[in-house]
């Protein structure tokens, strides 16, 4: 909607200046001068004022859908399993394992009881963390990765902004991404299955990174969301060293 707004308000400019540069040509007295350049830059002035306001309409209205995104997908994610497959992936209690069982490969995360017990922790916590005694690669997926995978993919395809998807889940992402025993499941899969799996993980992992590093500076967040804008339309892949202003 902002493309067709922008389409049409660029040959709405060019006509309005070119009448009156069309005019100062034709009618080429002082006085007539003088009107057909005010009269351009009247048209011009009132052209950009209707382009500015429908696209402040337009932003209200997609940080409206972006919140009700954003409250859809958190009312999904935030459930007792993912918090403590959470707290078990933020504090290291959980191993991938990859292994052969009966000629098939399989994945799964056993949970570390003996580390969780000697932790400290109350007991009804670690009742609740050693409950299951492993994940299988389906838990993880369905659980976690498949929900940043959705954000990812609704941030890049502009129907939830940056702000929110990292304001309400950038810690979550950057902890699982960077988690040694996710990173080996994930390279596994990129291996074994495709090496374009998850990249819409991989996507806003790195673009929440990069809006962390910027966020404390205002201009350092316009610059950076024009780099980024730049790089979605030119099809380029935006590091997160590379563009953090």
């Not at 493309?3 to 040959?11: D, G, N, V």
């Not at 919140?67 to 935030?78: E, G, R, T």
């Not at 889940?169 to 960077?178: D, L, P, Q, R, S």
Request: net charge positive; proline share 2%.
């Amino acid at each position: 909607m902002k493309k067709a707004i922008i389409l049409l308000s660029i040959p709405i400019f060019l006509l309005t200046s070119y009448l009156g540069i069309y005019w100062i040509w034709r009618y080429s007295s002082a006085n007539t001068v003088f009107h057909g350049i005010v009269g351009a830059v009247i048209g011009a002035f009132f052209t950009l004022l209707l382009f500015f306001v429908a696209w402040e309409e337009l932003g209200n209205i997609s940080q409206t859908s972006s919140a009700d995104f954003i409250h859809k997908l958190k009312q999904d994610f935030f459930t007792e399993k993912t918090r403590t497959l959470i707290h078990l992936i933020h504090r290291g209690y959980i191993t991938f394992v990859e292994e052969y069982r009966e000629g098939e490969k399989v994945y799964f995360f056993k949970v570390n009881e003996e580390k969780i017990k000697a932790s400290g922790l109350p007991c009804d916590i670690v009742a609740r963390l050693t409950k299951e005694k492993a994940y299988s690669s389906y838990d993880v997926d369905d659980l976690l990765l498949g929900h940043f995978e959705d954000v990812g993919f609704l941030e890049n395809k502009g129907l939830i902004n940056i702000e929110m998807a990292e304001y309400q889940f950038g810690w979550y992402i950057i902890t699982v991404f960077e988690n040694p025993e996710i990173k080996a499941y994930l390279n596994s899969q990129a291996e074994t299955i495709s090496p374009d799996i998850y990249t819409n993980f991989k996507y806003i992992y790195e673009k929440c990174k990069s809006f962390q590093k910027v966020k404390p500076q205002i201009r350092s967040i316009i610059y950076w969301k024009f780099k980024y804008k730049l790089c979605h339309i030119l099809r380029w892949k935006c590091k997160s060293s590379t563009t953090s202003g």
